[in-house]
């Protein structure tokens, strides 16, 4: 029998959108190929030497000829890079309702971990239908995350994180590959993905290794490594309260100007590795350094209970800064209400001033 596929499954909710762009490229690509030809072989056959043809008069140009062959190309390019642009925006516009998933990689292997707190090693066992985010980063050299069947693949760096989004659309199993060369063992660094139904999933999570939750995870690390006693409500230091801090932008002292910096993955991160790159304003730089004495997989989980305590409705009316959210990072000389010389405490999470 034929088994000779020339893509791998399709299975995921942006796959045909990719495969359409693919074969479309590959048509337009052999027509011209197969047109070009037809005419080298037809002009060579037509006037070759001995032909008794008429060569008085050769045209030295053709207003319609040259319209025709940069129209037509135009049109063409035109609906390739209409249709990339709508793929590329799909790809970097994750749904709404995707389950983030942390993912961690190193020589050799790849390490994931659920919300609900199962780990996972080279596998991932996900719910069809139901949208994912991985959020990736690499704890050596730069790996790649690919899924072929998903028709995604996305770079996986050391000291920054990339994400990715995909649908499963379809139960199976399907191959997850690194594909960026990382060593000795880069050919083994990979596993399966593991599309269930939702029952199927469900009854997969609840078996054994129940444990914590991402977010419980990240609690617990939270006071193991100090962080509570300075950051905590009986903090007897002067730190700012994280409670509500992801997402928002945060008063950055950059010499005597303050300067308002999206509080994302990066920033959280940041702050923890490298606490002087970035001081909020207001505040002594007295955080200490924790590169080096946090894994990639405990720095994850501390952000997601940065984030998860995020959720909470922030306490007190005037929480809410009075800058323009939605500007993100911009010089805060002409802020309304924002007294440089005040700790931004009063201003910010009045809650906290002590
Ligand atoms: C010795 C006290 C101390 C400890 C311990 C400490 N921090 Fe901090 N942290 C601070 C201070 C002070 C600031 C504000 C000045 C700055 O940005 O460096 C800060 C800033 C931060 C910020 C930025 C907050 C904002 O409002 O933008 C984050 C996030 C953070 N710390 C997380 C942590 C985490 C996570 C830990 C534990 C792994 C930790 N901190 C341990 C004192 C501390
Ligand atoms: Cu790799």
Known sequence: MWNFPILPESASSVAPDYDFAFWYEVAVGV?????????????????????????????????????????????????????????????????GDAVEIPVVGKQWMWKLQHPEGKKEINELHLPVGQAVRLKMISQDVIHSFFIPAFRVKQDVLPGRYTEMWFRPTKIGRYRLFCTEYCGTDHSVMGGWVEVMSQADYERWLATEQAGESLVEEGRRLFVLNHCAGCHGENATVQAPRLEGVYGRPVPIQVGDRVEFVQADDRYIRDSILLPKSQVVAGYQPIMPSYQGQLSEEDLLKIIAYIKAIGNRPAPGPAAQPQYDADRGIQPAVEVPGYDVDKPPGATLLPEQTR
Request: aromatic content about 12%.
């Open 31 to 95: 027509f011209f190929t197969l047109f070009v030809l037809v005419l080298v072989l037809g002009l060579a056959n037509r006037y070759r030497r001995g032909r008794q043809v008429d060569r008085s008069h050769p045209p030295t140009h053709s207003l319609k000829l040259e319209a025709l062959w940069i129209g037509v190309p135009l049109v063409i390019a035109m609906s390739m890079f209409g249709i990339s642009a709508v793929l590329y925006i799909k790809q970097f516009s994750p749904p």
